[in-house]
Nanobody, 118 residues
């Protein structure tokens, strides 16, 4: 069973920065086995949207809303995925979810809340 655990959310002022982490369970020998890993977010009353993804070959993709102020990276030795968010805006407020795809199956973490105050 694949488990993903997010951390790093919290309350931050507009213009600030935050780094989210997502650690995969030891049942996965190495996170490069995942076909893709990524971050999604869901604001209150809205659908869950893509934030950023990264492939085993380090090809990254970002939503337009965060492009230029966010960076997705991966530490294979720590089995951890990161998302650095800079220049945070109130509209970035959401629950951020880690996602990983393995053999075409989606796995999700439980999410971490990011609240940006104006």
């Amino acid at each position: 069973q694949v488990r993903l655990v997010e951390s790093g959310g919290g309350l931050v002022q507009a213009g600030g920065s935050l780094t989210l982490s997502c650690t995969a369970s030891k049942s996965v020998s190495r996170i490069t086995l995942f076909e893709v890993m990524g971050w999604y977010r869901q604001a209150p009353g809205k659908q869950r949207d893509l934030v950023a993804t990264i492939t085993p070959g380090d090809i990254t993709n970002y939503a337009d809303s965060v492009k230029g102020r966010s960076t997705i990276t991966r530490d294979n030795d720590k089995s951890t995925l990161y998302l650095q968010l800079n220049g945070l805006k109130p509209e970035d407020t959401a629950v951020y979810y880690c996602n990983a795809v393995l053999f075409d199956v989606d796995y999700w973490g439980k999410g971490t809340l990011v609240t940006v105050s104006s």
